[in-house]
């Protein structure tokens, strides 16, 4: 098979959003494409710009509200002509389309244009209940007509496959983390660090702050000089505060808000270790594999966290971290006092996390393999009988 040379590749991508921090993230990750790549959200709407770009937005706009009424089939084939008009201007070698619920929007315009699909799936969109739940019939037919998938861990692929319906070749899966960026975070020395531990993430139940604090508070107890910082903010940050006075920790716990990278690495650097306790959310709501522990363990920091999702997959229980059942704030609160208690252990757990993240988890592989992926797929026609009928 034939690839197209990267140079060549003409990537256009498909997002809900430009504001979110996550879909910052996003576009930032996709300029290290060695690709064009041109980029389409579904919050645009440009008064005076590009037509396509407002008609898009626009398109999206009416796609949610058919959504919300319950006619989902409706919904999907507004946002999907026009997408298909986008193709027709852009004249990509191939469509991204950025979180599976998003994908839905777009999908029909792969009959429409013969373009091959590819859909990057991230973490609630194959897991949460408001979305893998209430979409499953369109995943079907969305997994019909993608030529491939990318995921972030094993257990969300695993999820999919069991919605894949039958296919004469299995639909290629690349499983992949986002990984981090190797030349800003580095420089650990957690031996040095005082015992001061760093929470990155959003104030939500997925990422588990109330148990992340209740595990430090009794860890605390015995060790007067142990310190947490919180970074991020979302809709448990009030409660976190409040529950940091009601445990007699709020002035040993400092809330930040949200930082940027340079800052958290800096941060990262003057730790002794990390923190998530990540779990699954009331709603099924489950992590990809965050990356926040990548940083971490890409600067030299040891990781303490949860077995969830696709976590193990980059901690190695006792090699690389330390990793405690979901919910079990006694069995981290252990392990942040292993860490604060031996500051030899702390330095040894990260300096073999930064040899494995550097090996296998910086924003270099992740960027390759999806570029492997798309030359792949650009170079592979679209074969009619891979698709079933509506």
Same mark, same amino acid.
């Not at 507004?78 to 026009?82: D, E, F, G, Q, T």
């Given at each position: ?11 256009l991508?498909f ?5 979110r921090a ?5 576009r930032?990750?996709l300029?290290?494409l060695?690709?064009?790549t041109?980029?389409y ?20 706009g009416?796609?949610k ?12 084939w ?5 997408a298909?008009?986008?193709? !027709?201007h %852009?004249? &990509?070698? /191939?469509?991204l @389309?950025?979180f599976?619920?998003?994908?839905v929007?777009?999908? =029909?315009? *792969?009959?429409a ?5 590819v ?6 969109d ?8 209430r979409?499953?019939h ?20 695993a ?10 070749s299995?639909?290629p ?8 960026n190797?030349?800003?975070?580095d420089?650990?020395e957690?031996a ?6 760093l929470s ?7 990422k ?17 000089a142990?310190?947490?910082v919180? !970074?991020? %903010?979302? &809709?448990l /940050?009030?409660? @976190?505060?409040?529950?940091a006075v009601?445990?007699?920790?709020s =002035?040993? *716990?400092?809330?930040?808000?949200v930082?940027l990278?340079?800052?958290i690495?800096e941060?990262?650097r003057h730790s002794?270790g ?13 992590e990809?594999?965050p990356?926040a ?5 890409l600067?030299g ?7 969830h999702?696709g ?8 090699h690389t971290g330390?990793l405690?059942?979901e ?5 981290m609160?252990v392990?942040?006092?292993r ?5 030899a ?7 073999a996390g ?9 924003v270099t ?7 492997d ?12 009988s891979?698709?079933?009928?509506r």
């Open positions: 098979m034939r690839t197209t040379p990267p140079s060549a590749l003409r990537l991508v997002a809900p959003s430009r504001r996550s879909e910052t993230f996003i930032a990750n300029r290290g060695p690709c064009s041109t980029v959200c579904g919050d645009e709407w440009p008064w005076r710009g590009p037509p396509l770009r407002l008609a898009y937005g626009l398109a999206v009416v796609s509200l058919l959504d919300r009424c319950g006619w989902q089939r409706a919904a999907t507004l946002p999907s002509l026009v298909a008009w986008i193709c !027709v %852009e004249r &990509p070698s /191939l469509v @389309a950025e599976g619920f998003h994908a929007r777009i999908m =029909e315009l *792969v009959p244009t013969g373009l091959p699909l859909v990057h799936f991230r973490g609630a194959a897991s949460s209940q408001r979305y893998l739940g979409l499953a369109r995943y079907r037919r969305l997994l019909t007509l993608a030529s491939a998938v990318v995921v972030k861990c094993e257990p969300m692929a999820r999919l496959r069991q919605l894949e319906p039958p296919r004469p299995p639909l899966m690349l499983v992949s983390p986002s990984g981090a190797a030349e800003l975070f420089g650990g957690p040095a660090a005082p015992p001061c531990f990155v993430g959003r104030f939500v139940a997925k588990g702050p109330l148990i992340t604090l209740e595990a430090f508070a009794i860890a605390a107890r015995t060790r007067p142990l310190q947490l919180m !970074v991020g %903010e979302g &809709p /940050l009030d409660c @976190a505060r409040r529950r009601e445990l007699g920790v =002035e040993r *716990v400092q809330f930040t808000g930082e990278p340079p800052q690495a941060r990262l002794r990390f923190v998530q306790h990540s779990l699954t959310g009331p709603d099924g709501d489950q990809g594999s990356v522990v990548m940083e971490a363990q600067s920091v040891p990781v303490v966290a949860t077995r999702a976590i193990p997959e980059v901690v190695l229980d006792g330390l405690v059942d919910g079990d704030g006694a069995a609160a392990a942040i006092g860490l604060a208690d031996d500051p252990l702390a330095a040894r757990l990260g300096a930064r040899a494995r993240a550097l090996k296998q988890f910086t592989h992740h960027l390759q393999a999806l570029m992926l798309f030359q792949r797929v650009a170079a592979t026609p679209i074969n009619s891979d698709t079933l009928p």
